[in-house]
C-alpha cells in the first residue's frame, strides 16, 4: 500500500500570525526587488542615456523569464519543498538586484533583469500553495487576499526608495539597497520557517494512494481558458501602467523625473481601496470571482475613456482616473491569480495553477514591456491609453464568459474548524438562494 501523505494545520493562533508575517515578508520583499527597475526608469534613461526601446527590453526581459520560469516552478512547487524554493527564489533576487547595480550597458542590464524574473519566479506558486497547506481553509483564503497588500506595499516602497536614490542622484544605490533587503528576508523566512515547516507536521497515514488530486474535467478546462487570457490582458494593463506611469506624466505635463516618481506613489495608497473592494462585492453580491473581475474591468474601461478623449486634463483628473484603473486592475489579479486557486484547492493542484494563471498575467506584462516602448516610437499616449482600454473591455468579456461556469463550494468545508464555520455558512447560503429561485418559479 502506498503512503498517502497529509499535512496537519497550524491551530496556534500565535503560529498562524508569525507564518503569515514571515510570508507577507518574503513576497513583499520581492516587489522592492522587482518594481525598482520600474521606478527608476525615467531616471536610468536620463543618467545613462539608453532609449525607451532599449529600457523596455530590459523590462521585457524580466517578464519573459518571470511568465516562462513560472510554469516551471510551478509544477516543481507541487512536489518538492515550499519553504527551500520560496527562499531560493527570494536569495537569488537578492544577489541579481546587486548585480544591476554594476551594469554599464542595456545588454548587460537585460541578462541580469530577466535571471532576477527567474528567481523571482521560483517565490508565489509554492507560498500559495504552503499557505493553502498549513492554513485551515478559511484563514487560508483570507490570507492569500492579504497577500496581495504587498502589491500597493511594495510598489509605494519601491517608489519611495527610487525617489530617495534619484534625488541624491544615484540610480545604483537604489538596487543594492533593494539586494540587501531581498537576503535578509530570505534569511528570516528560512530561520522564521524552521518551526513551522511542513516536514515538522506530517501525518503519514497508510491509505489508498500518495494524493487524492483529480485530474482536469472538461468544465475546469472550459473555466481555465477565458481567465488565462484575462490575465494576459490584466498583466498588459496593470504593468503597461505601472512601468510608464512615471514617463506619461513626465511627457505630458513636463514634470521633472523625481517629482513623477513621487506623484505616482498615489497609485498605492489608491489600489488598497481594489483589494478589499473586490472582496467586498465577492463575499456580499457576487459570490464568484471571474464576475467581480469582469465588473473591475468594465470599471477599467470607463475610467480609460475620458483620459483618452479629452485632451490635457487636469494632472490631479489624470491622477485619479489612472489611481481608479489601477485599484481595478490589482482587484482583477487577485480574484484570477490568488482566489481561483485557492478555490480549486480540490484538484490538489494550488502551485500549478497559481502559476499557470500568474505566468498567463506576465504575458501580457511582457507584451506591455516592449509594446508601449514601441508604440511611444511611432504614436502618441493616446494610442497606448486606447490599446489599455480595448484591452480592459475585451478581458471583461472573458471573465463574463467564465463566470458562467460554476464552481462548488464543497471543498471548503474539509478545513473548517469547530470555531469558524464560514465554509458551511457559504454553502448553505448558495443552496438557500436555489431554493428560493426554485419556489419563486413554481408560484409564478
Not at 6 to 25: C, N, P, V
Not at 52 to 58: A, F, I, P, T
Not at 141 to 146: K, L, W, Y
Not at 337 to 345: E, Y
Request: hydrophobic share 50%; proline share 3%.
Amino acid at each position: 500500500m502506498a503512503e498517502n501523505i497529509q499535512i496537519s494545520k497550524l491551530t496556534e493562533l500565535r503560529e498562524q500570525r508569525i507564518f503569515f508575517a514571515l510570508g507577507w515578508t518574503a513576497y513583499f520583499s520581492t516587489y522592492i526587488g522587482r518594481l525598482n527597475f520600474t521606478a527608476s526608469l525615467a531616471q536610468i534613461a536620463s543618467s545613462a542615456g539608453f532609449s525607451r526601446d532599449e529600457l523596455g527590453l530590459v523590462s521585457s526581459g524580466f517578464f519573459i523569464g518571470y511568465g516562462a520560469f513560472q510554469l516551471v516552478w510551478s509544477f516543481a512547487g507541487d512536489t518538492f519543498d515550499p519553504v527551500r524554493m520560496v527562499f531560493a527564489g527570494v536569495l537569488a533576487s537578492g544577489l541579481f538586484n546587486c548585480v544591476m547595480a554594476f551594469a554599464q550597458t542595456p545588454g548587460f542590464m537585460a541578462v541580469a533583469w530577466t535571471l532576477n524574473g527567474i528567481a523571482q519566479s521560483a517565490v508565489w506558486s509554492p507560498l500559495l500553495r504552503l499557505t493553502v497547506e498549513r492554513l485551515p481553509g478559511v484563514l487560508a483564503m483570507r490570507c492569500s487576499i492579504r497577500y496581495s497588500l504587498t502589491v500597493p506595499a511594495g510598489t509605494f516602497a519601491a517608489y519611495a526608495l527610487s525617489a530617495l536614490c534619484a534625488g541624491i542622484g544615484s540610480w545604483r544605490a537604489v538596487f543594492v539597497t533593494a539586494g540587501i533587503l531581498l537576503i535578509l528576508a530570505s534569511l528570516c523566512w528560512l530561520r522564521g520557517m524552521r518551526p513551522l515547516a511542513p516536514g515538522d507536521a506530517l501525518l503519514r497515514i497508510r491509505g489508498k494512494g500518495r494524493s487524492e488530486r483529480q485530474e482536469f474535467s472538461l468544465r475546469l478546462v472550459l473555466l481555465l481558458v477565458p481567465i488565462c487570457l484575462a490575465a494576459v490582458l490584466n498583466g498588459l494593463v496593470r504593468d503597461g501602467m505601472q512601468t510608464w506611469m512615471p514617463s506619461y506624466l513626465s511627457d505630458s505635463y513636463g514634470l521633472s523625473g523625481v517629482l513623477s516618481i513621487v506623484l505616482t506613489l498615489i497609485l498605492p495608497i489608491v489600489n488598497l481601496t481594489g483589494v478589499y473592494l473586490g472582496k467586498l462585492i465577492n463575499e456580499r453580491f457576487l459570490h464568484n470571482e471571474a464576475a467581480v473581475a469582469a465588473v473591475s474591468f468594465a470599471g477599467a474601461t470607463a475610467v480609460l475613456l475620458p483620459a483618452i478623449f479629452c485632451q490635457q486634463l487636469p494632472l490631479w483628473c489624470t491622477l485619479a482616473l489612472l489611481g481608479i484603473c489601477a485599484a481595478m486592475m490589482l482587484s482583477v489579479n487577485t480574484m484570477l491569480v490568488t482566489l481561483v486557486p485557492v478555490r480549486l484547492q480540490y484538484t490538489g493542484h494550488v502551485s500549478m495553477l497559481s502559476g499557470l494563471l500568474n505566468s498567463a498575467t506576465y504575458i501580457g506584462s511582457t507584451i506591455s514591456g516592449y509594446g508601449v516602448g514601441a508604440v511611444l516610437e511611432h504614436y502618441s499616449w493616446s494610442a497606448v491609453l486606447t490599446g489599455w482600454c480595448i484591452g480592459a473591455a475585451a478581458a471583461s468579456l472573458l471573465c463574463l464568459s467564465a463566470a458562467r461556469i460554476s464552481v462548488s463550494y464543497t471543498h471548503l468545508r474539509a478545513h473548517e474548524t469547530r470555531h469558524d464555520l464560514v465554509c458551511r455558512l457559504l454553502l448553505e447560503k448558495k443552496k438557500n438562494k436555489i431554493k428560493k429561485k426554485k419556489s419563486t418559479k413554481k408560484k409564478k
